[in-house]
């Protein structure tokens, strides 16, 4: 899904992963991303923006979430928040869905915009020590944007899921249903 377009002078390319062996003395020495604006519209000005990356903490991440939209903080006296976004690109895309379901089952009632985008991602690598070149990467990677909301969104919005209901099993209904499997 990667799309690369590279500025380099001999003709080689490289991938997004580590270099190869065989590509060992060029190391990634830097990285920027294309600040895009959100795709997502009328976000309220207080929003908490989350950016989740591949190496980021998912407990980390749902701990400050639910402490911001549950009203509590740091100092306990920060106002609850009633928006949050999470973003992520390339492989962080899977963690943040993962973080988004979880925060959705620990605050009840929270609608969802979810926003799928591009964005450029500039690399910097470094040849070899007697080389003194840098070669600068320019790739286009998936993102994602899903904004989830205490109050109500537009349900017209492409991309809205309204607030879903998840209904915990009594210990009655457990037993009901394992007296039926193991009658049929």
Not at 11 to 34: K, L, N, T, V, Y
Not at 63 to 81: H, K, L, N, P, T
Not at 120 to 125: C, D, G, I, P, Q
Request: hydrophobic content about 35%; aromatic content about 4%; proline content about 7%.
């Amino acid at each position: 899904m990667e799309h690369q377009s590279s500025s380099l002078s001999s003709g080689d390319q490289f991938a997004s992963c580590p270099p190869q062996p065989e590509r060992s003395a060029r190391r990634r020495i830097g990285r920027s991303e294309e600040r895009a604006p959100f795709p997502i519209p009328g976000l309220a000005a207080d929003v908490l923006h989350m950016r989740v990356k591949e190496g980021s903490k998912i407990r980390n991440l749902l701990r400050f979430a639910a402490a911001r939209m549950q009203g509590e903080g740091q100092d306990g006296s920060a106002a609850a928040v009633r928006q949050v976004v999470f973003t992520g690109l390339g492989r962080g895309i899977t963690k943040t869905i993962t973080c988004v379901e979880i925060l959705k089952r620990k605050v009840a009632g929270l609608h969802q915009v979810s926003k799928l985008c591009y964005m450029t991602v500039n690399e910097v690598w470094e040849s070899a020590p007697q080389e003194a070149a840098t070669t600068t990467v320019e790739r286009t990677v998936p993102a994602i944007c899903i904004l989830l909301s205490k109050d109500p969104l537009d349900p017209q919005e492409l991309g809205y899921q309204p607030p879903q209901t998840f209904s915990v099993p009594t210990e009655e209904e457990e037993r009901r249903r394992d007296l039926r499997r193991t009658a049929e």
